[in-house]
């Protein structure tokens, strides 16, 4: 087995932990659903193959397991773009830390667009990320600062990466979810009255303000958790479209607020074209 090292991934390594989304500026009309007593058990699997169904008139949102399972096979054999934001701000105004990350996946997983952009006062210089894989070739651009290398991802001995080598975001967050579950109990589901152009009816709304489990949010065992609320739009196949997690907390005896976000669009119809960037790649340096 050869091994292998992708620099240009790097600032992944470095935020690892960091979940997140780009707000679109789409406004939702609201929904409802109430929380299980055991959101985060192990799903059996009889109750792999159960299908999402909520009960707006009971305020009920069902097995959390389900439907997290349930939101990872929507996505699973599909094209969808992600967007995924994570953010902490101090109390001032103060952005300590912001990742954001895009990604445009095909049904065909050779093939994707990526892009990254960390900056904040404790990352440094702003660091962005792009990657292009056309379905043999993985392209990369990398700026940090003032710098910008734009080079072909190869391997240490100088073979270029195949596409379904690279352990690429995918942007499922399925990790993330299931902390916001566990943490934040959803206390009322809703059925939307509209759904946006290009998704199918019926749409929810699943929202808690009320925190589960304080030590799921927290990095500093005594750290305070305070202000938690939970926003999500489930449609009726129960894919995660929108995703907002809040709260309020410590961190290097600073009070800052985080936030994660994921928006995902274009789902069953994500198409992507080779950008321009890709054609001053160099050679690559080899580790």
Known sequence: MRVRQVAVLALLIALAGC????????????????????PTATVTESATRAVFDPDPSRDEVGNVGVLLDTHERA???????VTAVYRETSWNGTV??????????????????????????????????????DGHTVYSRRTIGDQTDVTVLRDSDGTPFSPTDLGI???????????????VAIES???????????????????GDTVRDRAQLSIDADASIRDASLDL????????REFTFKYITTRDGQTVTVLHQLVYRDVGTTSIERPAWTQNATAGRHP
């Open 96 to 133: 300590r830390r912001e990742l954001v990350r895009d990604g445009s996946y095909p049904a065909n997983r050779s093939r994707y667009r990526y892009y990254e952009r960390a900056e904040g006062t404790t990352v440094g210089p702003t660091q962005e990320t792009q990657l292009f894989a």
């Open 233 to 240: 739009i489930v449609d009726e196949d129960g894919l995660i």
């Open 75 to 81: 996505l699973d054999g599909t094209g969808y773009r």
């Open 189 to 207: 589901v809703d059925r939307l009255g509209h759904a946006p152009r290009g998704v199918d009816d019926p749409l929810y709304r699943l929202r």
């Open 169 to 183: 975001f995918r942007g499922q967050q399925t990790d993330v979810l299931a902390v916001a579950f566990e943490a």
């Open 19 to 38: 979940g997140g989304l780009a707000d679109d500026g789409t406004t939702r009309a609201p929904f409802s659903v109430e929380q299980t007593a055991e």
